[in-house]
């Protein structure tokens, strides 16, 4: 069944992205603290240098998803429709640069469909594409990915609700709990993080804790 746009800004709120190259522990108990924390939407995303690829990478997923299944977290793939559609994960997320929208929405049905934007151009782009939310960043100066294009603060969601764009969005990069509550003053419906949970002492107190920004604003 579809996720409607309302039942999509909540599951924005708070939105961990991870593969185990992020990860300095065991991504398994890194995700199941994170969850306990309050994560309201996980995205796969085993990528870069360090990744696991093949049988490996698909025995992670395999296992993550039944970490999310059993606390009723939706499961975001990254990139590859293939393997999303392999293990039944609930969505799948695409930049700019991957398989064209359109055929990727027609593969997935109704499961979730995030799509990286960078301006009102490619936002509208996604939108008669079919996507179900848009990611945009980076909001903040990132370390973890080297090819992103400029930082955008807040400007470019600002812009987009002062046009009336109403999809739901989610920020990227650098986001921490300290910041958070900005990205979503700024108009964005939640925030996803990698490292802020990701290499945390606690994952489950940064989720809490950014939750509980996020949480602070739309109150
Ligand atoms: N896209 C834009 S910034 C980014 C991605 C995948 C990385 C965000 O990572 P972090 O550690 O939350 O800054
Ligand atoms: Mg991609």
Sequence with gaps: MKVSTEEMRSLLKTYFIMGSQNCDEDPREVLKD????GITL????????????????????????EICKHYQVPF??????????????????????????????KKIGDKILGISAH????????????????????????ETKKD?????GTILVQELRKQGI???????????PENAASVV???????????????????KEQARLLKAA??????
Excluded at 166 to 176: D, F, L, R
């Design 148 to 152: 992103t294009e400029a930082v955008q």
């Design 214 to 219: 996020v949480d602070s604003v739309m109150q």
């Design 119 to 142: 301006n009102q151009e490619e936002v509208e782009a996604a939108i008669n594409q079919g996507a179900d939310y848009i990611g945009t960043g980076p909001v903040f100066p990132t």
């Design 166 to 176: 109403s999809i739901p969005i989610v920020g990227i990069g650098g986001i921490t």
């Design 34 to 37: 994170a969850i306990h924390g």
């Design 76 to 105: 975001i793939v990254n990139d590859d429709i293939d393997l999303a559609l392999k293990i039944n994960a609930d969505g799948v997320h695409i930049g700019q640069d991957d398989e064209p929208a359109e055929q990727v929405r």
């Design 42 to 65: 996980f995205q796969f995303r085993e990528k870069g240098d360090q990744a696991l690829v093949g049988e490996e990478k698909i025995r992670l997923a395999k296992e993550l998803l």
């Design 185 to 203: 003053k700024g108009g964005a419906d939640g925030v996803s993080v990698i490292t802020a949970i990701s290499k945390a002492k606690s994952p």
